[in-house]
């Protein structure tokens, strides 16, 4: 009965196909598919990456509450936070001086309050690699640069347009000296100052002019002469309205204001940046802050103390900084990381 009727409605109905079917001369891509939207990507120190659509987010005014971001194990923070959108470029630098790329869609979407996917599942990362910096692009341009900076002292600068390569096994973004390792990436715009500060102290400030642009193979040249026993420990640039932070394994800390600290060339052994003595410590961290930015201090067994960057004073260059964390015996900082926090929607 079923199919006598349908051939009648068949033959009373029927008419010959309109639509045409042929072949898509052009060229779709993955990013074709999917809408360019804003994304909040979030990476935390122990190594777990997400991204989160910006609609769950916004910007508060200094004094908000703020609201519950991913939910970490007590030792792990979040270390990057990138405001950007799903068509950009996401670029990945570990430790071994190699860089990997992927599109910030390819991130997979989490809740805000999700702890997110281990970047271990999403980069072949080989045995203690760790991804060190994140930067995120739309453009490879010609007229802006990376600077990297090793444990041993080496920098280098090379063009985003030397990074403009799809590998998703990666490739080497700075080639390293036996033992040494990649500390950190900052991306510049040719005429910045640049500052290292190693783990015994010393800082040194200089024009980013005095180091040349080199391939993606260069080992880059000196940028800072250590003593024996000392290493860098982290690479920043001077901004305006900012002073530098620098915290020790025994929870001192304190400010300084740029203006102590003078351009000298290249390579040169730079001058204190902070007075240690046994009791301190050396230095574990040191970063750019503003007055109305915040920190998190971690120790050793995962505890932390999170502070307004005000609360720390600011001293000379000479001074050996104030406490800004208290510890058991046996305990150090680990690690100080600034807040970096985006607010719920309304």
Do not use: C, W
Not at 5 to 27: M, Q, S, V, W
Request: glycine share 10%; aromatic share 6%.
């Amino acid at each position: 009965m079923i199919k006598t009727e349908i051939t009648a409605i068949k033959e009373e109905f029927a008419n010959p196909r309109r639509a045409i079917l042929t072949y898509d001369e052009g060229e779709m891509s993955a990013e074709d598919l999917i809408t360019d939207e804003e994304l909040v990507i979030t990476m935390t120190k122990a190594g777990y990456v997400k991204a989160v659509p910006a609609s769950q987010f916004r910007t508060q005014g200094r004094g908000g509450r703020g609201v519950q971001g991913a939910r970490l194990r007590d030792e792990d923070l979040v270390t990057r936070i990138i405001h950007t959108s799903a068509h950009a470029h996401l670029l990945f630098f570990s430790n071994k001086g190699k860089v990997y790329r992927l599109r910030a869609f390819e991130v997979p979407p989490k809740d805000r309050t999700a702890r997110g996917t281990a970047i271990v599942n999403l980069l072949p990362l080989e045995a203690n690699e760790r991804i060190q910096t994140l930067i995120d692009t739309r453009e490879f341009p010609s007229d802006r640069y990376l600077l990297f900076a090793t444990r041993a002292g080496q920098v280098k600068k090379t063009t985003f347009s030397e990074y403009d390569k799809s590998r998703r096994e990666g490739f080497i973004a700075v080639n390293l000296r036996d033992g040494d390792e990649l500390v950190g990436v900052i991306t510049t715009g040719g005429d910045d100052d640049i500052f290292l500060v190693s783990r015994m102290g010393m800082a040194i400030r200089f024009a980013e002019t005095d180091v040349r642009p080199m391939g993606r193979d260069a080992a880059g040249v000196r940028g800072m002469h250590l003593r024996t026993g000392d290493e860098v420990v982290s690479i920043d640039l001077a901004r305006d309205e900012t002073s530098i932070l620098l915290v020790t394994e025994a929870g001192f800390g304190k400010r300084t204001q740029l203006h102590h600290f003078h351009r000298q060339g290249r390579g040169g052994v730079g001058v204190r940046g902070i007075k240690l003595t046994a009791q301190r410590g050396r230095v574990v961290s040191a970063f750019m802050v503003g007055l109305d930015d915040e920190i998190l201090v971690t120790s050793s067994s995962g505890v932390l103390v999170r502070m307004a960057v005000r609360e720390i004073s600011s001293q000379g260059r000479d001074a050996t900084g104030v406490r800004v964390m208290t510890l058991d015996a046996g305990q150090a900082v680990a690690s100080v990381a600034p807040v970096l926090a985006v607010e719920e929607t309304g």
